[in-house]
T-cell receptor, first 115, second 115 residues
Framework: ETGVTQSPTHLIKTRGQQVTLRCSSQSGHNTVSWYQQALGQGPQFIFQYYREEENGRGNFPPRFSGLQFPNYSSELNVNALELDDSALYLC??????????????FGSGTRLTVV | AQSVTQPDIHITVSEGASLELRCNYSYGATPYLFWYVQSPGQGLQLLLKYFSGDTLVQGIKGFEAEFKRSQSSFNLRKPSVHWSDAAEYFCAVGAPSGGYNKLIFGAGTRLAVHP
């Protein structure tokens, strides 16, 4: 059983640029959630994808967008990067979206630095 | 509003000593509660979770946590800490909303272990 794989592990971008982060779900999982973890803080929910559609979103602006593919892998796209977007971005996969389903498997994250 | 508070930012204990990490939550309904551990450069690993039933929950690596509804707390304990337990620990509450679920994390407690 494979875990959650995220790529790249580290990334440096310039303010105003766009970035795409990738996530491969754990085998058998059909739901992907993305979290942003700023330095010294806990992870914050960005959004969740289920059956290739965004079905929930946290308090993040529209320049944060995502995709989920038929194989349940996912992308997080951030446009017009700002310095405050520097953070560890975590992907978590799970099976379904039921209230009781919190069997998240987290990836190791992508460390994004915006300069 | 839903929130999680971890009052201790840093804790240092000696190897072999007991450990208790505090967590208080604010949530309107019966909470789903979690403890995760994060080692440097790593993603989040689930230590234990509480959904219902017995308020004392056993987890991996010898950790346990006790849910106290009257105190809105879910403190993590370990009777004897090992040097390998040095990491950051996050308490989280599951917050289902509409057709999706998300986790709300505390800011974390960084644990250092002295030999």
């Amino acid at each position: 059983e494979t875990g959650v794989t995220q790529s790249p592990t580290h990334l440096i971008k310039t303010r105003g640029q766009q970035v795409t982060l990738r996530c491969s779900s754990q085998s058998g999982h059909n739901t992907v959630s993305w979290y942003q973890q700023a330095l010294g803080q806990g992870p914050q929910f960005i959004f969740q994808y289920y059956r290739e559609e965004e079905n929930g979103r946290g308090n993040f602006p529209p320049r944060f967008s995502g995709l989920q593919f038929p194989n349940y892998s996912s992308e997080l796209n951030v446009n017009a990067l700002e310095l405050d977007d520097s953070a560890l971005y975590l992907c978590a996969s799970s099976l379904g979206t039921a209230k009781s389903n919190y069997g998240y498997t987290f990836g190791s994250g992508t460390r994004l630095t915006v300069v | 509003a839903q929130s999680v508070t971890q009052p201790d930012i840093h804790i240092t204990v000696s190897e072999g000593a007991s450990l208790e990490l505090r967590c208080n939550y604010s949530y309107g309904a019966t909470p789903y509660l979690f403890w995760y551990v994060q080692s440097p450069g790593q993603g989040l690993q689930l230590l234990l979770k509480y959904f219902s039933g017995d308020t004392l929950v056993q987890g991996i690596k010898g950790f346990e946590a006790e849910f106290k509804r009257s105190q809105s707390s879910f403190n993590l304990r370990k009777p004897s800490v090992h040097w390998s337990d040095a990491a950051e620990y996050f308490c989280a509450v599951g917050a289902p909303s509409g057709g999706y679920n998300k986790l709300i994390f505390g800011a974390g407690t960084r644990l250092a272990v002295h030999p």
